[in-house]
């Protein structure tokens, strides 16, 4: 089965810019540096990291949102980093993003209606009464009432916004759909239902999730497979059940360690590792392995070789010199 999704080395440096006349490129931010990765039609995959780690912008550089300072990034066969004009438009139909501040990603001057339709005007699938059913028929599809198309987002609660945008999202029928961190900013009891939505929309549209999010703990539910972002780079990725019980990388053994667990057994051989100092600036990355300035475990080489990602078991990949 050929992938949904392929990543390939996909890196996005942002330019820092000093000086107000002379716009005097001074660094850049290496926000995501060398990242591969590919998705499967249907699945879910979870891409957590702490704030700062880059996720977000891998998010928006694979929707193009940014255009990639290098890397590919291959959808349904095409390589949407060689596009651009109206056939960008067309191929990104197919990929939609949920936001994760369902308050500040509606525009509060139009009604729910618009805000549904307005991806349908833009790329002409559906006008008029046309366009009318199908909002009715998405928020139905989100489990909110058709009447309320005629009213604005401020009339609504933060789990009801978020089904609005979702509504949005799913309005041109896309395959592959960006979550970023789309039940962070919801009150926990709130959370599993949205989760419960996305999961029962994915099965009866046969859609492909990234999932991004902060912690280990908010996509163990949901994800088939997860990958680990430490500074702009993915240092381990495998199947959900494989990486929470088999933590390979030492900083995906932190994480985890941080993470309660409910089964006795397990939690008594696991014991809790903090995480000494901050993690460093994008700005100025460390030489060889990007977790090595917080790593209990470095040795000399980590400092001069970047351990590329290796499959250290079946379909298990890890970025650690010492796996
Ligand atoms: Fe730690 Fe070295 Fe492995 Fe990096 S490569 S995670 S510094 S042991
Ligand atoms: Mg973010």
Known sequence: DQPILQVKNLAKYFPIRK???LQRTSGY????DDISFDMRRGETLGLVGESGCGKSTAGRTIIQLYRPTSGNVIFEGTDLTGVSGSALRQTRRKIQMIFQDPYA????????????????????THQG??????????????GLATNYANRYPHEFSGGQRQRIGIARALALDPSLIICDEPISA???SIQAQVVNLLEDLQ??????????????SM?????NRVAVMYLGHIVELAARDELYENPLHPYTQALLSAVP???PKVRGKRQRIILEGDVPSPIHPPSGCPFRTRCRLAKDICAQVRPENREIRPEHYAACHLV
């Not at 099965?203 to 280990?216: S, W």
């Open 129 to 142: 009464e046309q366009a009318k059913r199908r909002v009715q028929e998405l928020l139905d599809m989100v």
């Open 261 to 263: 667990i409910p089964d």
């Open 105 to 124: 990603s509606l525009d509060p001057r139009m009604t729910v209606g618009q805000i549904i339709a307005e991806p349908m005007l833009i790329h002409h």
């Open 186 to 188: 919801l009150d926990v």
């Open 219 to 223: 996509v163990r539910h949901i994800s």
């Open 19 to 21: 000086g107000i006349i």
């Open 29 to 32: 931010v290496h926000a995501v």
């Open 203 to 216: 099965r009866r549209m046969n859609l492909t999730y990234l999932f991004i999010a902060h912690d280990l």
